[in-house]
Structures are given as structure tokens and as C-alpha cells.
């Protein structure tokens, strides 16, 4: 009886999807079977100690899934895309075992990788398509009614308005940590300079920096005035913004600042010819490469130190390559020392301490009780400290936890592509842009269960409430 109670409100559910809605779950289950077919096929190849093979797999599943992704939504910023060709293809990097760091990995690294992958799918297409019906229609109609206000040319202005303070804000935190702290990290000989570089709560303001180009880009596609005025006080503040990840020597934030815009550029122009994206691409792969050299330089590392640090097995490899193998592949085996820590009993699951460590590090608790984040990281090795996007959901609640968490972020993209797709506030494309970051980088950090990243989106909030929106098609008055 009571199992026919559950049951009924399910089968109720289901026969009040329309055709579409169960197609939908058709071609998840079958896109499933697929991953599940060349998932195992690259873990036995690695069991058997077929790197090459297991490398391979891995990469080419990641391939195929994103193009039959893209050829869905014709969108190169499709979240499926994007996990599909970084999740998936930087584990195949990692497969390769290319480094003595690396070790054979555990069989729940191998189910964590997978099942994150499969719950983010069905998350994203199963779980939110359940949740809210097949109804595009109404809900763009819906979110088209309700918070637009402004004349588009007013919705510009205000997002001048945005740029100005956060790039003040920005940099003038920056110096204020530099008066404090008695150095610039450029400036420093200090190998580790840029690591102790920051001021508790000053930090996150100056790191804000990466919100002023993206904001610029929209300024300008929203039709933003352009006197020659104007736009020397645009080039002053997006100067400043990119002047502080230079001046930190931070790799990281470099990264982020360059990416965001992009991603922006892309939510405005989603047909792109394929050619222009990889002349893109390729600009700036070149424009990253000579940074990093310069910061690399910059960061005096002794001679042989990171070829020390990479322990690769192959001496001859060019260490700039060896920088970017490491740079992709470490953080997943620092998961696999993770899972082995916790099987080995050397460490304990931490029941949701991990992800709400930006909550006790935003209200200052961590200070008051610092027991609540006294537990340890396991790495490879020290200086390669850089963690996947599961390491804290693992670290957490185990393999439920990163089903719960794939799912959640999954049904999250969901719904942030809808807003992205209806929203007259041009700011809306900031949390969707931050997004997209976050999975294209999904093999470097625990992301969700940083504080920056929260103190971001919070900032980004702020922002969308001050722009307000336009009606779409509306004529600037």
C-alpha cells in the first residue's frame, strides 16, 4: 500500500510527459550505454596496463560525445560540450600516466570520474527536464514579463557604472594589500612570493579584477557610447584590471581573465564559424603561452626545478609541454591519493565540512572555531596542490556525494542556460559565463567549495540587481 502511494504521483508525472519530454530520456539511456561501453573499455586497458589504450579511449569518448552534444544544440557552449571535451579528455591525459608521481588508480576513482559524468547528464537533461515540464514556451514568455524596466540605453550606463567601481575597487585593494604586505610579487626574488600575497577579505575584491573585461564586452554589445572619451577611460580600466593578475604573477587569475571575456563574447555570437573559433583558439593559446613563459621567468625557479618537481618519464619532453601535462593531469591523481587515503583509513569522510568551507571562511567562523577546517589534503606531491571539482564532494559523502553533486550542478547549468537564453539584463550572462569556466577548468579546482567563487557570483548579484534589464527588441530612449 504505501509502495503504491509513491508510485502513483511518479506514473502520474510520467504520463503527463508529451512525446518530446520522452524521447528526451530515450536518447539519455542510450547515450549512457555508449559511455558506459568505452568507459569500462578504457578502465580494463588501464588495468591491464595499457596506458596508451586507456588514454586513447578516454579521449575519443570525450570527442565523440561532445560532437554529438554540439550537433544537438549547435552550441559550442553547451555544458554537456564542454564537460564532455574537458572532464572527459583531461582524465584521458591523465590515463596516459605519463609522470613517476602517478600510480595505478583505485577503483573508486574510477567509479567517481564516471559516475560525476553520468549524474552531470542526467542532472542537466533528465532531472530539470522532469522538474519543469517541456515548456519553453511559456517559461520564456514568463521570464520575458517580469523584470525589465529600463531602456537598453539606460541598462548600458549602468553597466559603466559597474566597470568603473569594481576596477577601482580592484585596484585599489591590490595596493593597499602591496602597503601591508611590503612587496609586489613581480617584484619579489622570492620563488614563492605570489603564494603568500594577500590580505584576509582584501583579496577577494582584488581578484574581482576578472568581472572588468567581460563587463566591457557587454558595455560595448549593448550599445554603450563610444566617444573618444569614453573610451580612453575603457582602455584605463581594463588596464588596471589586467595589470593586477601581472603584477601577483598568478597563472590562475591570468587564466580566468582571459577566459571570461571570451565566454561572454561567445553567449553574444552563438554561431560561430568553426574556422574563426580555431584562429581564435590559437591567438589565444599563443598570447597564454608567452605569459606563462614571462611568469614562469618572473617566479625564479632554479635551474632543473620543475623538471625535478614533474618527475616525468620521459627527461626529453619539452618542459613546456610537461608544464601543461602536469598542469591537467596531477589533479586527478591527487583525487586517486585521496580515495586511496580514505580506503587505507587514513583519513575519515568529513560530512559536508569541505563544501561548507566557504560559508565558515565568508563569516569569519573558521577563525573563531578552527576546528571546523583543520583536516589535511592529500596530494601527490606539495607543490602540485590543484584539486578536481569532486575532490570535496568525495571528500565529503564518498560516492553519494558525487552523485549528489553531478546532479545538482547538472540541473544548475539547466536552468542558468534558460536564464541566459531569456533575460533582458545583459548581467545574467556573467553567472552563465562563470559557469562555463568552472567546467572547461573542471579538472583544476574544487571551484564550488571555494569562497572566491561565491564571493564572485555574490558580486555578479549585486551587479545584475544595480543594471536592471530591457524588454529584447526594445529601441534605446
Known sequence: MRLQKLWNPVWERYSRLKAQDINTYKRLVGITVLFLLLYVAAWVSAGNGWQIAAGGSLGLTGFLLAVLFYWESRWILDSRVLLSLFWLGGEGVAALQLSRLQTPWTTQTWIAFGLFYLTFLWGRQGVAQWCLGHRSEERTKAGQTNLFTSSRQKVAERVYHCIVVVAVLSFLCFWTEVVIMGYIPLFSKDTHAYNYFHVTGLHYVTFSCMLVHPLTLIY???????????????????????????????????????????????????????????????????????????????????????????????????????????????????????????????????????????????????????????????????????????????????????????????????????????????????????????????????????PTTWFWFGVTWLLLLYVGGYVPGQKNR
Not at 591567438?283 to 618537481?309: D, K, Q
Not at 563544501?355 to 577546517?373: D, N
Request: charged share 10%; net charge positive.
Open 220 to 450: 560595448l554589445m549593448e550599445g554603450g557610447a563610444r566617444g573618444k572619451k569614453r573610451i580612453v577611460f575603457l582602455i584605463l580600466w581594463n588596464v588596471m584590471a589586467l595589470s593586477i593578475p601581472l603584477l601577483c604573477i598568478s597563472k590562475f587569475q591570468f587564466i580566468l581573465t582571459i577566459l571570461l571575456p571570451i565566454m561572454v563574447y561567445l553567449l553574444y555570437h552563438r554561431q560561430i564559424p568553426w574556422k574563426r573559433i580555431l584562429a581564435g583558439a590559437a591567438a589565444v593559446f599563443v598570447l597564454a603561452t608567452m605569459v606563462f613563459l614571462f611568469m614562469t621567468a618572473r617566479r625564479n625557479y632554479e635551474a632543473g626545478y620543475l623538471n625535478g618537481i614533474f618527475q616525468m618519464k620521459n627527461q626529453t619532453m619539452p618542459l613546456s609541454l610537461q608544464y601543461v601535462y602536469i598542469y591537467i593531469a596531477n589533479n586527478y591523481d591527487n583525487f586517486n591519493c585521496l580515495t586511496q587515503a580514505l580506503a587505507e583509513g587514513s583519513a575519515s569522510y568529513l560530512h559536508g565540512l569541505k563544501e561548507l568551507f566557504p560559508v565558515f571562511a565568508l563569516t569569519g567562523l573558521k577563525f573563531v572555531f578552527p576546528g571546523l577546517v583543520s583536516y589535511p589534503t592529500f596530494f601527490t606531491i606539495e607543490e602540485l596542490n590543484t584539486l578536481t571539482i569532486l575532490y570535496d564532494a568525495y571528500y565529503d559523502f564518498g560516492l553519494i556525494g558525487v552523485a549528489l553533486f553531478g546532479t545538482v550542478l547538472g540541473a544548475a547549468c539547466n536552468g542558468l542556460e534558460f536564464l541566459t537564453r531569456t533575460s533582458g539584463n545583459p548581467v545574467g550572462k556573467l553567472f552563465y559565463g562563470q559557469m562555463t569556466m568552472y567546467l572547461l577548468l573542471s579538472f583544476f579546482s574544487t571551484w564550488f567549495s571555494n
